[in-house]
């Protein structure tokens, strides 16, 4: 018995444990559970058990599931589906509100159930998970009340097959059914192997408020679970979990025409500068890398100091570590709580020795750790050179690395050294400083002079290999959505590529043209040294150049040297493409003789001309939004653009299909390396010197002639393109998006359609040349 | 002196000569400091015992405090008399605590002989506030007079005010060299600074008033007089609070701190112990470091430790009044 008398000589905090005796109730009642289709829970199957990582004892058994239950769950789902969508969005709006209310209502339950299963601290999924899965339902039950308003003519996607991590197990399943539900989807959600019992829960508050039967179905098992959702006849896929899986997942996907998001790893900066306040950014690091046990895809985990500030920093780090209380998660004084499991507990130990191996020092807390279950004591390592394997791979432990940088563009150079672009954290007092390098840093999500924050009013999501698409806000409702496809139009013929001298094709008395590749602003001769003849008719209209993997290599070099691009004003853009219109317009005849010629359409240039101004127009008002987040925080939505793209155009409407896809890319400030239609790229070559009278930058445009699926696959390969569109075959579609998972640059892929008409312009095309870059910024003195 | 401040002595702040650089560049960013202060709450829980023993640590660290203009001599006798017997018998024997008794008593000057006849034998100190409290727009020498009056008179602690139109105005060769001298004055009293964070608005200004205020020789950094719109908040305290470490870091010299004003609950007890156990350390939890400038906080506390000896709910009129 602990005598008052005693404690007020040690000051100790005691034990303050929160009670879990209503959980371990309904888990000693449940026992055994099967999986969640159409509105009940099925019989146990073959069950694997889930552990307490913090004690390793038995919390429940669970279903794993067969090909034959992920099935039975998209049939489910599947039947659920019209009369879902059909409601009202009033209807569906009651239907999230009753959820968010009673999630509310249960929320000491989850919190505590989802202590014990993913051993984080209660500190946590009481003040942080419970809250923000509460919020997400509230603000989703708000776009299913709005859709016909703020999506006019959008629809549900149908059946979304959605894949969560075990890191916040309850509020990424929030993420993922909160917005499918408002927008008139279906789910099957499998919750991950090591964290299943907070998603079984939330089944039951389904069945508590009465949700129809089959809206929200929960199947749960390992990864060859998740693999049959992957492969059943979903509309989309939504994966949060590691790069790897994410990968898998996009060429399992590939040519299926499911819808994908991707919600990956990271390796985020967290960069302090020398004016910033250093303790503030201490505590950045504590709700960084030391929240969650360092299991957060988008924790800052690599501290970038200036050299300036760097033994200040190291010290005053040091000390707030030796505060972190480590132990029992369900106490109420825990910081750190247990690692989910052994796996990858022995995964943290391994990455952290690796890096002591190659020359770093490890800083660690001198924690007690407790006798059993899962622990890490948390720390960070110093003297972390880019070169060492912890600078690059994902921890996901509560460890940091600390580098310094010197200058502010040092600083930025090494955080976007990284394959990954989830997150960053700026911390600095000069706002204009801040501003310019979160503009700089390749991140979906920029915090300044903060860290971790979350609001379901702001989209969340990763550039680079951290994935593509958002969640929350009104851009992770757009990825639950689709506007109506236009209707499809079949693929013209490709036309033969032929290298060898053709004959008998005499050309007129004229002086004979040459096209050429057009690289970096200037006409350059193929690599390879071939061209192709061009036919139409029976006719041979030209010799077009027979572009290779090295044409695509020299092409991308250029696009990246021309990153002005990016940063020129829309309004500077703007001009450049009313320029272009203006060229064309004055040459208008000869375009239309040409494409009268290969006995394509003259209209096409007038609808050329058309859709640059139209995208002129855009260059300078497609712009971003202000989030409603938190009060006293300007949370800024940003479009970006990708930066190098590449665009394979189809082989009908050679010119206007060049100019719908280019005029957009370039107008949102992209570059783009272009493979105009295989059949006719004539039409495009004599583009060239347009282009050159019309001030556009060397290097924004690039064009390379040739095999065009070929090419499109070195662009899909190659590491240094972000994005890829391809209007073209289903082969060549299925191939571009399997490449394309090498980086996991984001694909679109586009049918052929009548290039006339409304469906070849729009926003569609700019919110596909842009990814939303979404930057808080608190504020108060 | 309590057997505590024997234990722990330590060499006395002799201040430093004038710093700017100590202080001129150290940014506070204002909303990551409200979010630790937030945050704190949620980090750290006291239950039981543990709870109990904080609170009376709360009592120990009190300067319960009068400083009305109508104190008269038994007011303020009828408050030291509180500051000897702060809890109710039942309560101290359900602790199984000998004793216990308040920081100090702060008064007024010239309350301060009234003051020391009650708490004669107590080994309570009194405090008193100085220099034209609370405003201090008073002639410097009327401050300093003022100063020496109260030590003549018996206090032991001296809470002096700060200039705010020099610290708003970033004066601060003229603050210190004010400060300087009114520590001075003090001799061997203690001085605790009040800043009046509540007037000097900003986190920046506060931290850097509070650097000004250790350099030139204080004792204790204490917020508030308690008659400003704003009094003691956990993101001053905070600011304050992290001024002091570095302070100490740079010259090994340990500074008290002093909440003041606003704080009225138990709860508010607890909230700034724990920021001082988790941004300074055990050391910040003694009366030698550490005091809470209150008065109605010691009615919450006797209750919610009532109920914690007793199991029921207490009423406060079942407790002598302060």
Known sequence: MALVKDILESMEYGPAPEAAGEVLAWLKARGRFGHFINGVFGKPGKTFITHNPATGDPLAEVTQGSGADVAAAVAAARAAQPAWAALAGHERARWLYALARHIQKRERFLAVLEVLDNGKSIRETRDIDVPLVVRHFYHHAGWAEMLADEFPGAEALGVCGQIIPWNFPLLMLAWKIAPALAAGNTVVLKPAEYTPLTALAFAEICAEVGLPEGVVNIVTGDGETGAALVAAQVDKIAFTGSTEVGRLIRRATAGTSKKLTLELGGKSPFVVFADADLDGAVEGVVDAIWFNQGQVCCAGSRVLVAEAVEDDFVARLTARLAKLRLGDPLDKCTDIGAIVHPVQLARIRDLVAQGEAAGARLVQAECQLPAKGSFFAPGFMTGVHPANPVATEEIFGPVATLTSFRTLDEAVELANNTRYGLAASIWSENISLALDVASRIKAGVVWVNSTNLFDAGAGFGGMRESGFGREGGREGMGAYLRQPEPKAASEAAAGALNGAPVPGAPEGPGIDRTAKLYIGGAQKRPDGGYSYAVAAGGKTLGLAPLGNRKDIRNAVEAAHKASGWGKATGHNRAQVLYYIAENLAARASEFAARLAEAGGEGAEVEAAIRRLFYYAAQADKFDGAVHSTKSAHVTLAMPEPWGVMGIACPNAAPLLGFVSLVAPAIAMGNRVIAIPAQSMPLAVTDLYSVFDTSDLPGGVVNIVTGNRDELAKTLAQHDDVAALWYCGSREGAAMVETESAGNLKATWVLANRDWQGQGAQGRGFLEHATQIKNIWVPYGE | ?322
């Open chain 2, 1 to 322: 002196m309590s057997s505590d401040a024997k234990t722990h002595a330590f060499a006395r702040n002799t201040g430093v000569p004038l710093a700017p650089d100590w202080f001129e560049k150290v940014a506070v960013n204002t909303p990551a400091a409200v979010r630790r202060s937030e945050s704190l709450a949620g980090r750290r829980s006291l239950k039981k015992e543990w709870q109990a023993a904080w609170l009376v640590n709360a009592i120990r660290c009190m300067d319960l405090t009068t400083l009305a203009g109508d104190d008269t001599p038994d007011r303020v006798a009828r408050l030291c008399a509180k500051a000897r017997r702060p809890l109710a018998d039942h309560i101290l024997t359900g602790l199984g605590l000998d004793s216990a008794r308040t920081g100090a008593v702060c008064v007024y000057p010239t309350m301060v002989a009234p003051a020391v006849r009650a708490l004669a034998g107590s080994g309570i100190p009194v405090a008193s506030v100085a220099t034209g409290f609370p405003s201090g727009l008073m002639p410097l020498k009327l401050r300093l007079a003022e100063i020496r009056y109260a030590v003549d008179e018996g206090a032991s602690e001296i809470d002096i005010v700060i200039s705010r139109a020099l610290a708003l105005r970033g004066e601060w060769s003229a603050l210190y060299d004010e400060i300087a001298a009114m520590r001075e004055a003090s001799g061997g009293a203690h001085m605790k600074a009040i800043l009046a964070t509540g007037e000097l608005r900003t986190l920046r200004t506060v931290y850097k008033a509070s650097m000004v205020a250790m350099q030139a020789g204080a004792d204790f950094i204490k917020t508030s007089t308690g008659k400003e719109g704003v009094n003691a908040t956990l993101p001053v305290s905070l600011v304050m609070a992290r001024a002091l470490r570095d302070y100490g870091a740079k010259t090994g010299f340990k500074i008290g701190f002093k909440p003041a004003g606003g704080m009225k609950t138990a709860k508010d007890a607890l909230a700034w112990q724990v920021l001082m156990m988790e941004e300074l350390g055990r050391d910040w939890l003694r009366p030698n470091l550490f005091r809470l400038g209150a008065s109605s906080m010691l009615g919450d506390i006797e209750r919610q430790l009532e109920h914690f000896v007793t199991g029921r709910y207490a009423s406060s009129s079942r407790h002598a009044l302060a």
